[in-house]
């Protein structure tokens, strides 16, 4: 888009960088490009030019370009390469600036001895947790304010944040029902601009004693409904001739200190930047062409450019992906080391297994199984992830695992999270199982001790080869002659510690994880990087997908009109309703009376369950054991329905208020349906909605893919939002950001992989994962 403001250089450098680029892979010619260049050329304005030195190399550079349309083809391209090494240098020379280390301070230093600290900032410093230089330095801001740039006020003619300046010339506050409007003129002897603030009348005073100085005015500005331009609640800072034009930083602060007072203790000790040397290693820092240290802890702060701000960011975000995924994969590696068992698989019991099976697999699943059987008969232990939506075929594939890892001598242990789903898998496996004279045990929390200890004795002498139950598996006193392989229905329930308390109860045991939650590569790399993923991304043949629309609550009479069709046809149907109350009692109070209403005055005739938050988990295990086996026609739910239950005559799921649920969440809930053969249908019941919330709906509706759904749902509610994953021990990160940092993410994930190959190489590197997240991985315990 064109545009008539002022820019500055290093604009004016990324503009000129992304058409040589163009022009370099032919989307531009030399004509084209040497046009537009001139054009923007004529807009720079930036008071950096001032410094006859930039400005002498600036113009080099332009002159440079500027012949290139004249020239043959072969000379213009070696000169577009050349300068694009030209603005690299440029950048680099004068985009980025150096700490200055004359007298610094150590971060170990207690920030009372700070500059500009006293006994009253330190106490407040200390309730943003700062209680050292150090923490100091690394409490980044939330944002930043541009100032390099000021428009007159005559020039302003777009919406949007920015900084201008001006003589106020007129103030007021103004009360307009329990609303005052503090409002002052800013003049340039051109044009005005309107400044208006809300419910701040105690500016007033201050506004009053600026009249007919000069200001900055910082803020977003808009078209006013009365033809004019205003500025809404702008900062502003009279003209002291201190004012610097640059980029400044906003901290998230605290009551008792303001962002001019945090910026300057901030600048007046951030020579400490100084004492930080690069930990990364030297190849990475080269490779990815990575700034050093103590030049990205002062960019963070006091970026030179926006150029400055970037590599700055860049650095410390990859410094923290890369240690993350570091210690991701020294907690593997640190497993592998225990050295496992390679296991002999002829495969005839997995043909025979496969043959009675009645369909064929999908490639997805047999690409799976390869993956799982190379595993167990490698010599290191197997560490995976099997990753794949609902209804794909997860179980089949681990049977096969179990199936392989029985012929080569070991026992199997199956963990699901609750009672019901255990039992679910032991219902799908155990008679396949059994045919194939491999006996199977179910042991729960609810089985009898007597039933227990039988099944105890028989798991340590091995005549059992294959248990399916809870975490009871985990309790101490449950030994196993040889267990080899550990299955974990993980379904975001497990924790890192249980994980770990059931693999060591084998040696050298491979571990296969499930879990039917689609969620985003980059996710996926952060919670389960210390495992190997695997994804099927197919459905079995002949699948329907579920059918999703959206109806409104005005047709919500029709809607059960259906569902009483389908039910004499057969099918059973869920209606869900979304936690709207904070309290789980006021809901469970919202619950039983619809449940009455629909059970009394339009489901009559048939029988409807209940289910909600206030029933203890087994109670609710109860319920939905109850509908799975047909007891009811319809469940009402106020809370998510467990994940997992497979109830194959469900073929209608209506939920209201579906706008707050998150996508993912909506995803899982249409999973439950659909399971059998019978056509599935999932009624989204809209009311008053705003247009996203129908956007983001309307989407839902018509994408049937679980990764993609889980991908936009990220883009649009951040990562932790997804299905609770915050819970789930999603890593805290400082500056890194899953959604912007997406590529750094893979690049610094594969750096790792390279690193931790050599970990001998780099002692520090290992001492500082371990320091950092040696509780969360338990990596203390390796040497
Ligand atoms: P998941 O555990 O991944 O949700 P399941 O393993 O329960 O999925 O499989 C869902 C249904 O699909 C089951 O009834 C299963 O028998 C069937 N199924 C699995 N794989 C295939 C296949 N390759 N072809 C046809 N049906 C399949
Ligand atoms: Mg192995």
């Known amino acids: 888009m064109f545009t008539m403001h002022p820019i500055l250089v290093e604009e004016f450098l990324d503009f000129l960088e992304q058409s040589l680029l163009e022009v370099l892979h032919g989307k531009k010619g030399t004509n084209e490009l040497v046009e537009e260049v001139q054009d923007r050329y004529e807009l720079v304005a930036d008071h950096v030019l001032q410094n006859s030195e930039i400005l002498e190399k600036f113009k080099q550079l332009f002159e440079y370009i500027e012949p290139v349309a004249d020239m043959q083809p072969e000379r213009a391209i070696k000169r577009v390469k050349n300068s694009l090494g030209m ?34 900032k330190e106490a407040i410093l200390k309730k943003l947790g700062i209680s050292t230089l150090g923490d100091l330095i690394f409490y980044f801001p939330r944002d930043y304010e541009d100032r390099r740039k000021i428009i007159p006020i005559s020039e302003i003619s777009f919406e949007g944040k920015l900084t201008t300046r001006g003589k106020v010339v007129n103030v007021e506050t103004k009360k307009i029902g329990s609303m005052t409007i503090t409002a002052a003129v800013l003049a340039d002897g051109v044009s005005q601009l309107l400044l208006k603030w809300f419910n701040q009348e105690y500016l007033h005073k201050g506004l009053q004693v600026l009249k007919n100085k000069t200001i900055y005015a910082t803020g977003l500005v808009k078209h006013s409904q009365f033809g004019g331009i205003e500025m809404v609640n702008p900062e502003i800072e009279p003209e002291d001739g201190t004012q610097v034009l640059e980029i400044l930083p906003i901290y998230p602060l605290t009551h008792g200190i303001s962002q001019k007072e945090i910026r300057r203790i901030v600048r007046e000790n951030i020579s400490c930047v100084c004492h930080y040397t690069d930990e990364l290693p030297e190849e990475l820092m080269k490779k990815r062409k990575l700034m050093d240290i103590s030049r990205a802890l002062l960019g963070i702060h006091f970026p030179k450019s926006n150029y400055h701000l970037k590599k700055s960011i860049e650095r410390l975000a990859y410094e923290e992906l890369f240690l993350m995924q570091f210690a991701l994969l020294l907690s593997r590696k640190s497993f592998e080391e225990i050295g496992g068992l390679p296991k002999k698989i002829p495969g005839k019991l ?12 999908t490639d997805s699943q047999k690409e799976a199984h390869r993956q799982i059987r190379a595993d167990l008969m490698s010599n290191k232990p197997m560490s995976r992830l099997l990753q794949g939506d609902v209804g794909c075929g997860k179980t089949v594939v681990a049977q096969l695992a179990i199936v392989d890892n029985f012929e080569a001598g070991f026992q199997s242990a199956v963990m699901a999270p609750t009672s019901i789903l255990a039992m679910q898998h032991y219902r799908r496996m155990s008679p396949a199982f059994e045919e194939m004279g491999i006996r199977t045990a179910l042991l729960l929390g609810e089985t009898s001790s007597r039933e227990k200890e039988k099944i105890k004795r028989m798991l340590s002498d091995g005549e059992i080869s294959v248990v399916i139950g809870t975490h009871t598996l985990i309790q101490e006193d449950v030994s196993f002659s040889n267990l080899g392989l550990v299955i974990i229905d993980e379904q975001h329930r497990f924790g890192v510690k249980q994980r ?17 939650t689609p969620i985003p590569r980059t996710l996926a790399l952060t919670i389960y990087g210390d495992l190997d993923i695997t994804v099927i991304d197919e459905m079995p043949p002949g699948r329907k997908d579920v059918k999703t629309m959206l109806v409104s609550v005005s047709k919500l009479e029709q809607v059960y009109e259906f569902v009483k069709k389908e039910i004499a046809e057969g099918g059973q149907v869920f209606i869900v309703y979304p936690l709207i109350e904070e309290s789980d009692k006021i809901q469970a109070k919202a619950a039983i009376r619809m449940h009455e209403y629909l059970s009394k005055k339009i489901f009559g005739e048939f029988r409807v369950g209940l289910l909600h938050g206030k029933m203890s988990q087994q109670e609710k295990d109860k319920i939905m054991e109850r509908f799975a086996t047909g007891e009811f026609d319809i469940l009402i739910s106020t809370t998510v329905i467990e994940v997992g239950i497979d109830v194959p005559r469900a073929t209608v799921m209506i939920i209201e208020n579906p706008e707050r649920f998150g996508l993912a969440q909506l995803h899982q809930l249409r999973g439950r349906i659909g399971r059998g053969d019978k056509q599935g249908y999932c009624f989204l019941v809209v009311g008053n909605v705003d247009d996203d919330a129908l956007e983001r709906l309307r989407y839902f509706s018509m994408t049937k893919n679980g990764f993609e759904v889980a991908e936009y749902d990220m883009k649009l509610r951040g990562p932790g939002e997804i299905l609770g994953l915050k819970q789930h021990g999603l890593p805290e990160l400082k500056i890194a950001d899953l959604i912007r940092d997406r590529e750094l993410l893979f690049r610094a994930r594969n750096d790792a992989e390279e690193i931790v190959r050599k970990k001998e190489q780099y002692p520090d590197i290992v001492k500082k994962v371990k320091t950092i997240y040696g509780e969360r991985l338990k990596l203390v315990k390796i040497a």
């Open 500 to 516: 770990e308390a059931l693999v060591s109860k084998g040696k050298a045991l491979d571990t296969l994880v499930m879990t039917a």
């Open 350 to 361: 997995a043909e025979e297994f496969l043959r009675k099976l009645p369909f064929k697999l």
């Open 87 to 120: 603005i690299e240098r440029f950048r680099d020379w004068y985009l980025i600036s150096n700490p200055d280390c004359s007298q610094m301070k150590q971060p170990s230093c207690e920030i009372k001895y700070a500059k500009r600290v006293g006994p009253r």
